[in-house]
């Protein structure tokens, strides 16, 4: 069973589309993030959902926006995509009340845009 | 400011020999540290991590790490490397605050010949 799952693995897309990458999590947890992790492998913490509510908002433009419809998904959508956007987006996910939790990647999203 | 340096772009090691991946970082309050693999076209994997007490960490793949308050490190190690170890490694630190906001390390490429 896949504990963290993303879809799709690969979106390749044009300038000015909008577009959604979905993540699905089956351990229990309460508390979920997106990641970007650039060309140089750099990774970034994006957003983050404790049980439906948004606690973590990194500087990241307004045409970002995640939505968490249950606190097993979490789900960005990205309007007027950018070459920039351009990156791979993690999904990960960790149990709540614990200090120092580990958290828990999905495979990732590898977005192209042209 | 709180962040977490990986002075090495790319470590070398012959396999069987041991190996060091370096990681310094710079948190208030008392620091909860992690490690984790990234296999290509993977998403990461946690390898161990540093809360409290003993100042060697044993974590999965025989991988431990060394908690060093005074030199504010968190090296990573193993007494004999695989090539199957070859992967990019992140050394992550939790910023004070709450909500297991992490904050990575630019990442070092382990590279393990045989």
């Known amino acids: 069973d896949t504990a963290v799952s993303q879809t799709p693995k690969y979106l390749v897309t044009q300038m000015g589309n909008d577009k959604s990458i979905k993540c699905e999590q089956n351990?229990?947890?309460?508390?979920m993030y997106w990641y970007k992790q650039d060309s140089k492998k750099f990774l970034k913490i994006m957003f983050s959902?404790?049980?439906?509510?948004?606690?973590i908002n990194e500087t990241v433009p307004n045409r970002f926006s995640p939505k968490s419809p249950d606190k097993a998904h979490l789900n960005l959508h990205i309007n007027s995509l950018e070459l920039g956007d351009s990156a791979v987006y993690f999904c990960?996910?960790?149990?709540?009340?614990?200090?120092?939790?580990?958290?828990?990647f999905g495979p990732g999203t590898r977005l192209t845009v042209t | 400011a709180q962040s977490v340096a990986q002075p090495e772009d790319q470590v070398n090691v012959a396999e069987g020999n041991p190996l060091t991946v370096k990681c310094t970082y710079s948190?208030?309050?008392?620091?909860?540290l992690f490690w984790y693999v990234q296999y290509p076209n993977r998403g990461l994997q946690f390898l161990l991590k540093?809360?409290?007490?003993?100042?060697l960490v044993k974590g999965s793949y025989g991988f431990e790490a060394e908690f060093n308050k005074s030199q504010t490190s968190f090296h990573l190690k193993k007494p004999s490397a695989l090539v199957s170890d070859s992967a990019l490694y992140f050394c992550?630190?939790?910023?004070?605050?709450?909500?297991?906001?992490?904050?990575f390390g630019a990442g070092t490429r382990l590279a393990v010949h045989p």
């Open positions: 990960a996910s960790s149990a709540p009340g614990l200090a120092g939790a580990e958290q828990y």
């Open positions: 351990l229990g947890h309460d508390t």
């Open positions: 959902y404790n049980n439906k509510e948004l606690i």
């Open positions: 948190v208030s309050g008392n620091p909860y």
């Open positions: 540093y809360i409290t007490g003993d100042n």
């Open positions: 992550a630190v939790r910023v004070s605050g709450g909500y297991n906001k992490l904050i």
